[in-house]
């Protein structure tokens, strides 16, 4: 956590800005996960997770790899499968969806997958877009400088024992 002298934020501390220090990773997820979350809250007034969980859960995660530190983009990229296959899920069983049959019955849990399922291609588009987003931050945006190795000294090559003679 320390500038240096120029003031300048350290490369791999940085955010997409180069003069904002990035969010540790655990705080990119709970960002990711709390615009999800706004999105869940937009939505239950219908009942469903519709096109407002889609849409904050599409900005969630590319909010997170924007602001994240660029030591961090790792798990910036690999979060919204995560995010998606954990979430969905939850908010089908707290609404009580699937509540009437018995715990773990097929019916139950086809209520519970059956979300999850449909909702793959948004997960893939965001998870595309946001693993792209930071290949070009790792790569493109801010690459690594190279060190430059020390030159080796010179060998001091003395002729072969035969030739001494």
Not at 71 to 93: K, T
Not at 98 to 109: T, W
Request: contains cysteine; hydrophobic residues 55%; glycine residues 6%.
């Amino acid at each position: 956590m320390t500038r240096r002298r120029s003031g300048r934020v350290p490369a791999d501390e940085r955010s997409v800005l180069s003069s904002t220090r990035g969010l540790p990773a655990w705080t990119a997820v709970l960002l990711a996960v709390a615009i999800s979350l706004t999105g869940v809250a937009i939505d239950s007034v219908s009942g469903d997770l519709g096109a407002g969980f889609t849409v904050a859960f599409f900005l969630g995660c590319v909010v997170s790899v924007l602001a994240v530190a660029r030591r961090s983009v790792f798990v910036a990229g690999v979060q919204p499968p995560i995010i998606m296959a954990l979430l969905v899920p939850l908010v089908y069983v707290v609404s009580g969806v699937g509540s009437g049959a018995d715990v773990f019955s097929r019916s139950q849990l086809v209520a519970i997958i059956l979300p999850l399922a449909t909702r793959f291609p948004p997960m893939i588009t965001t998870t595309v877009v946001v693993v792209a987003i930071a290949l070009i931050r790792a790569l493109v945006l801010e690459p690594r400088p190279r060190v430059a190795r020390p030159a080796a000294p010179p060998v001091q090559r003395s002729a072969p024992a035969h030739a001494r003679r």
